[in-house]
């Protein structure tokens, strides 16, 4: 089994990883019902650090491709499988379908503030509040952003609701680049955030899910206006004001 080195420059190292079991997947190296690699092994294959294989590996456990038999994990879905459901949520990010991922994200989000208000701990807060502390230290690093939805996820206590987050936000990654240059995008979503980690805070479920819809309209707000980037044109002119 001869994995290609991946190049860590890219932000999407989970993805890459994926693309690339994928491939010895299709290509017979790993067979469904066989064991994966050891993460040692297939860390040192892959060229990549374990924090991002065993990130890709919890999608791909997520998505119901493994599963974990003690130390193993266990291929159980063939690479067709694996590419449908990544194919899946990477169109939902596609300018033509952006209004329903946008009202799945809603419904998701929305969901889990309503959750995290009532059972977010205070080391969840904790954890919550380092993510926007991250975001005013390190503007430019978007995985920031990443980070604090997780955040809130975990801090709902419900297992589904933060993997299906975690999936999603891992595999769009690049969404929030598109914007991330922008004039004032990056302010008025720090503003957001804090708006919500607040209301989370005080335990204001209403608030709470306010204050997502309302971040959640900055995207479509941005879209609307910057229809280049929303396609995913990084250089794409801006418009004039």
């Known amino acids: 089994m001869a994995f290609e080195k991946i190049q860590n420059t890219n932000p999407r190292i989970p993805e890459l990883i994926m693309q690339s079991l994928i491939k010895e997947i299709e290509s017979g190296e790993i067979a469904v019902g066989g064991d994966l690699?050891?993460?040692?092994?297939?860390?040192?294959?892959?060229?990549?650090?374990?924090g991002s294989l065993r990130e890709c590996l919890a999608i791909?456990?997520?998505?119901?491709?493994i599963e974990s038999r003690g130390n193993r994990k266990v291929l159980v879905r063939d690479?067709?499988?694996?590419?449908?459901?990544?194919?899946w949520i990477e169109n939902a990010s596609e300018l033509n379908t952006q209004q329903t991922f946008n009202e799945f994200r809603r419904v998701i989000e929305t969901g889990i503030v309503e959750l995290a208000c009532e059972r977010a701990t205070e080391e969840d807060l904790i954890a919550i509040e380092k993510t926007?502390?991250?975001m005013e230290v390190s503007p430019d690093d978007y995985m920031n952003?990443?980070?604090f939805h997780d955040a809130v996820a975990?801090?709902?206590?419900?297992?589904m609701l933060a993997s299906t987050i975690h999936l999603v936000n891992n595999l769009i990654a690049d969404v929030r680049i598109r914007f991330w240059d922008l004039p004032y995008y990056q302010e008025r979503t720090?503003?957001?955030h804090k708006n919500i980690y607040e209301a989370i805070k005080a335990k204001d479920v209403r608030r709470a899910q306010l204050e997502m819809i309302l971040h959640l309209e900055i995207v479509r707000e941005f879209s609307e206006k910057y229809p280049g980037r929303s396609r995913g044109e990084i250089d794409a002119p801006l418009p004039r004001e």
């Open 79 to 87: 690479a067709d499988y694996i590419q449908k459901v990544t194919s």
């Open 145 to 147: 952003d990443v980070a």
């Open 132 to 134: 926007l502390e991250a």
């Open 37 to 50: 690699p050891s993460e040692r092994d297939l860390a040192e294959a892959l060229g990549v650090g374990r």
């Open 154 to 159: 975990v801090a709902s206590h419900n297992s």
């Open 60 to 65: 791909l456990e997520f998505m119901g491709a």
């Open 190 to 192: 720090l503003i957001s």
